[in-house]
């Protein structure tokens, strides 16, 4: 029963996204300490997310159609890594520090390229920005993002697919844009190129779960906004209930018949939920 569950990718699973909420909350709790949140006004966030959000998309699917050079794919995946961990570093150390760790960081990913590297580094970039991003939201912004959001992840995922295949070119080229889980322990050392392999092939057995960086980084995001506006209940209300939706998405990608799945849906139902109660105890 237990193999047919696959409970020891669940537990893996269930251990990286805490490692990002935790960094997450760590960073961002730093920032709400040290008086570093500007929210924006609720319109005018949610605007100018999911107006930034659609932009970034369209350059993204133009990206793709027109440059066919690996080294720029894996140039815009440091960059990311290296802003995200910046976030991180910058913190707790100064600026200086800071600098040389995230450079530290983007180098490792990229001279040991393998599983364990490229999640860390993931770890590092997707906290970083979501801590930053949630100190700008206000909840009720998060709350309208999230919902919107998730209706844009069952459409581009089912609907017009575009998401499947931003996501896999973006691979196939090593811009591995979201975690990978696999079930055994000793595949974290495996190189990433084994797991996109895998992920690509039409006979992969769902050896690997792939986590994208947005259904991992909103619900950070959620939870430090929750964090800097209410309080720390509210933040692991909302981490409780992601894990739900994680558990959730688990059970739908073992026993479903679909290799990709939109997995903010159950994310954002599960951590509005999770930040709702919280407000009974």
């Known amino acids: 029963m237990a193999t047919e569950l696959r409970l020891k990718l669940l537990s893996t699973e269930i251990l990286t996204?805490?490692?990002?909420?935790?960094?997450?909350?760590?960073?961002?709790?730093?920032?709400?300490?040290?008086?570093?949140?500007?929210?924006?006004?609720?319109?005018?966030?949610?605007?100018?997310?999911?107006?930034?959000?659609?932009?970034?998309?369209?350059?993204?699917?133009?990206?793709?159609?027109?440059?066919?050079?690996?080294?720029?794919?894996?140039?815009?995946?440091?960059?990311?890594?290296?802003?995200?961990?910046?976030?991180?570093?910058?913190?707790?150390?100064?600026?200086?520090?800071?600098?040389?760790?995230?450079?530290?960081?983007?180098?490792?990913?990229?001279?040991?390229?393998?599983?364990?590297?490229?999640n860390i580094a993931l770890f590092l970039a997707l906290a970083g920005v979501s801590a930053q991003l949630g100190t700008f939201l206000r909840v009720p912004a998060v709350i309208v993002i999230l919902i919107a959001l998730s209706v844009y992840d069952v459409v581009a995922v089912f609907k017009t697919k575009h998401m499947v295949i931003m996501f896999k070119s973006l691979m196939d080229r090593g811009a591995v844009m979201g975690?990978?889980?696999?079930?055994?322990?000793?595949?974290?050392?495996?190189?990433?190129?084994?797991?996109?392999?895998?992920?690509?092939?039409?006979?992969?057995?769902?050896?690997?779960?792939?986590?994208?960086?947005?259904?991992?980084?909103f619900p950070a995001m959620f939870a430090i906004s929750a964090l800097a506006e209410y309080g720390m209940a509210q933040s692991i209300g909302i981490i409780a209930g992601s894990l739900f939706g994680i558990v959730a998405i688990h059970f739908l990608f073992i026993f479903g018949k679909v290799k990709a799945l939109p997995a903010l849906p159950p994310l954002a139902i599960c951590s509005i939920a999770g930040f709702l109660i919280s407000f009974l105890f």
């Open 179 to 217: 975690l990978v889980i696999p079930e055994k322990l000793s595949d974290f050392g495996r190189p990433t190129h084994h797991a996109v392999k895998a992920k690509m092939s039409k006979s992969d057995k769902k050896q690997f779960i792939m986590l994208g960086g947005g259904d991992i980084a």
């Open 17 to 118: 996204f805490l490692a990002v909420q935790l960094i997450a909350l760590s960073v961002g709790w730093r920032l709400v300490s040290t008086g570093q949140v500007d929210f924006q006004p609720v319109g005018q966030s949610i605007w100018s997310f999911l107006i930034a959000f659609a932009i970034a998309t369209a350059l993204i699917i133009l990206f793709i159609k027109f440059i066919k050079f690996n080294f720029a794919y894996k140039g815009f995946f440091a960059l990311i890594l290296f802003v995200g961990s910046s976030i991180v570093f910058s913190a707790f150390f100064s600026e200086g520090i800071a600098f040389v760790l995230a450079v530290a960081v983007v180098a490792v990913r990229f001279l040991i390229p393998n599983i364990l590297t490229h």
